[in-house]
């Protein structure tokens, strides 16, 4: 599970005038919205993602892999969907889940392995130890996008609008 956030358009009057304002543009100027958002909304996602970050862990998986997708319909903030696997071989987007919402850290995982010399014996470890405790809330990205959310949204709407005010203007 990857972490990602969408602003619903449903939850806002303004953000459905925008959406029937946007579908009636030409091509050109959807693009620029799009453009412009994303441009404004990236470094402001980030720096709250970036804010929360508090070991190593949580910035690979989550603080550097953060970014904003922007349609002519939503703005999708992202985590962990993308980025290099880390030195273990994991992906990001497979630890996203355990950094995100942490884990019981006491659990144990018993299994049956093999020595070197063909003997078969037990072996039981704490596999969840480097992971936080759990928070069903989320620490990082849900808290972040909590907090975002109604910025980027006034964001959306004020880019689109001086979009459209400068194309009608003939400035862009």
Request: no cysteine; proline share 3%.
């Amino acid at each position: 599970m990857a972490g990602s956030g969408r602003i619903s358009v449903f939850a806002s009057e303004d953000l459905r005038t925008l959406l029937a304002a946007v579908k009636a543009v030409p091509r050109e100027m959807r693009k620029n919205i799009r453009t412009y958002t994303k441009r404004d909304a990236q470094p402001i996602w980030q720096q709250e993602v970036q804010g929360r970050v508090m070991s190593r862990l949580d910035d690979r998986v989550l603080g550097k892999t953060s970014r904003v997708a922007v349609s002519d319909q939503n703005v999708m903030l992202q985590s962990a969907r993308i980025g290099k696997a880390l030195s273990g071989g994991a992906k990001p987007a497979m630890l996203a889940g355990g950094v995100e919402f942490g884990a019981d850290r006491n659990a144990e995982t018993t299994y049956d392995t093999t020595s070197r010399k063909g003997r078969r014996y037990r072996v039981t470890r704490h596999t969840k130890r480097q992971l936080p405790s759990r928070n069903t809330n989320g620490r990082i990205v849900y808290a972040s996008s909590r907090d975002s959310i109604p910025r980027l949204a006034s964001l959306w709407v004020q880019t689109a609008a001086r979009t459209l005010y400068d194309a009608l203007e003939g400035r862009k």
